[in-house]
Nanobody, 121 residues
Framework: QVQLVESGGGLVQPGGSLRLSCAASGSIFSINVMGWYRQAPGKQRELVAAINSGGSTNYADSVKGRFTISRDNAKNTVYLQMNSLKPEDTAVYYC???????????????WGKGTLVTVSS
């Protein structure tokens, strides 16, 4: 059984910063891409940032220059440093991992339960 557990969400004022963490645990043989998605009320879930096992990153245009994704492969953990936060960044942030539980199994997408980020004065 694989679990992704996010932490670090909360309430922050515009212009502030937050750091999200997501740790993958359980039966894990290999992790390919890890990423963060978000879903605001009434909107579709969207990709925020992703990072592969080699460290290559991809960002949504709306967060480029403000957010930084990183990962610790030894800890199966991905981070999202969010700076210069705006009210429009308010959403539930979900962790995603494309991982292989055993060497002979296919890669499967796993999701965390989400953590709420609220940017408001």
């Amino acid at each position: 059984q694989v679990q992704l557990v996010e932490s670090g969400g909360g309430l922050v004022q515009p212009g502030g910063s937050l750091r999200l963490s997501c740790a993958a645990s359980g039966s894990i043989f290999s992790i390919n891409v890890m990423g963060w998605y978000r879903q605001a009320p009434g909107k579709q879930r969207e990709l925020v940032a992703a990072i592969n096992s080699g460290g290559s990153t991809n960002y949504a245009d709306s967060v480029k220059g403000r957010f930084t994704i990183s990962r610790d492969n030894a800890k199966n953990t991905v981070y999202l440093q969010m700076n210069s936060l705006k009210p429009e960044d308010t959403a539930v942030y979900y962790c995603n991992a494309d991982l292989q539980s055993r060497w002979y199994e296919n890669f499967i997408d796993y999701w965390g339960k989400g953590t709420l980020v609220t940017v408001s004065s």
